[in-house]
């Protein structure tokens, strides 16, 4: 029973408080440049993963090598579907769901918080590149 509380209390936390954006909103608002803003943001958040879950926010760095393409190499996401090619997301910086591969993704995906996405969500820190 204690063990249950406790695991209440740690998800409880995560969604209401604990938010480790909240510590660098001054320094992401006094920049412009969406590579300084990302690497503020993935220095806070040390939680990581290789797969998302469905239902979970993530940031990371992408680096799409589809010809031609635009696309935000700092995506932040809400996963809606797992495949064996990659992922799906609802990329909040486009305000649509996009596709990403296994092989594209640079590193590791950043996990989000729910207490913490709102607050991304009102940086402008998507990089939006064309591939060569």
Same mark, same amino acid.
């Given at each position: 029973?204690?063990?249950?509380? *406790?695991?209440?209390?740690?998800?409880? *936390?995560?969604?209401?408080?604990?938010?480790?954006?909240?510590?660098?909103?001054?320094? $992401?608002?006094?920049?412009?440049?969406? *590579?300084?803003?990302?690497? $503020?943001?993935?220095?806070?958040?040390?939680?990581? *993963?290789?797969?998302?879950?469905?239902?979970?926010?993530?940031?990371?760095?992408?680096?799409?090598?589809?010809?031609?393409?635009?696309?935000?190499?700092?995506?932040?996401?809400?996963?809606?579907?797992?495949?064996?090619?990659?992922?799906?997301?609802?990329?909040?910086?486009?305000?649509?769901?996009?596709?990403?591969?296994?092989?594209?993704?640079?590193?590791? $995906?950043?996990?989000?918080?729910?207490?913490?996405?709102?607050?991304?969500?009102?940086?402008?820190?998507?990089?939006?590149?064309?591939? $060569?």
């Amino acid at each position: 029973m204690e063990d249950e509380l *406790e695991g209440y209390f740690e998800q409880y *936390e995560q969604q209401v408080g604990d938010n480790r954006i909240a510590s660098i909103m001054d320094d $992401l608002k006094s920049t412009s440049d969406p *590579e300084d803003m990302m690497l $503020l943001i993935i220095d806070v958040l040390k939680d990581t *993963e290789v797969i998302p879950d469905v239902g979970q926010y993530y940031t990371f760095i992408y680096n799409a090598k589809t010809p031609e393409l635009t696309y935000d190499q700092h995506p932040l996401i809400a996963c809606v579907d797992v495949q064996r090619w990659g992922f799906r997301g609802l990329n909040y910086h486009w305000g649509d769901f996009k596709n990403y591969t296994w092989e594209e993704i640079a590193g590791v $995906l950043h996990v989000v918080r729910p207490s913490e996405i709102n607050d991304l969500r009102n940086i402008s820190y998507g990089y939006f590149k064309t591939s $060569l």
